[in-house]
């Protein structure tokens, strides 16, 4: 008996994970699956914490050097288009000076992902206004710092 529950189980899975790259595609089905930059970043001086309209939550934490992301990473309790979303959004980030980081939007994680079916496009959206709250918590406390150049 448990040998053939194990082959359903396998059987299943195949299918769940057929169905997911055929649904969101390579791109964003390897990024569910291996996620790069996920986990909480320490000694960062840029953090957000959002939670999205279907109920998902994204962290972004940022690590600013010399004006520049020189460490970016995400958490998230979310679905597979919200772990590749976030994702995406923290390996932009890397290497972006403040104004560049204005430059990733929703959109401009949609086109990282290469797209996402209608019902997920709120999860790039979400990841993008994460990270945008990740820099304005580093400009505001850049700004009350009276030795900016130390802050970062």
């Not at 390579?26 to 699956?33: K, P």
């Not at 962290?59 to 010399?66: P, Q």
């Not at 996402?116 to 304005?136: F, I, R, T, W, Y």
Request: aromatic fraction near 10%.
């Amino acid at each position: 008996m448990s040998d053939r529950l194990d082959d359903f189980v396998q059987e299943l899975q195949e299918k769940i994970f057929q169905e997911a790259r055929e649904t969101y595609g390579d791109t964003v089905y390897e990024r569910w699956l291996n996620p790069l930059y996920m986990g909480e970043l320490k000694n960062y001086n840029g953090y957000s914490r959002l939670r999205g309209q279907c109920g998902d939550t994204i962290e972004i934490f940022l690590k600013f050097e010399k004006g520049r992301v020189i460490e970016a990473s995400f958490k998230t309790d979310g679905c597979g288009a919200s772990t590749a979303c976030g994702s995406f959004a923290t390996e932009m980030a890397i290497g972006k000076t403040p104004d560049e980081l204005l430059e990733i939007t929703g959109e401009a994680v949609l086109n990282r992902a290469g797209g996402l079916p209608q019902e997920d496009k709120h999860c790039a959206v979400l990841a993008a206004g994460s990270l945008q709250d990740a820099l304005e918590d580093y400009m505001r406390k850049k700004e009350s710092c009276h030795h900016a150049d130390a802050f970062d």
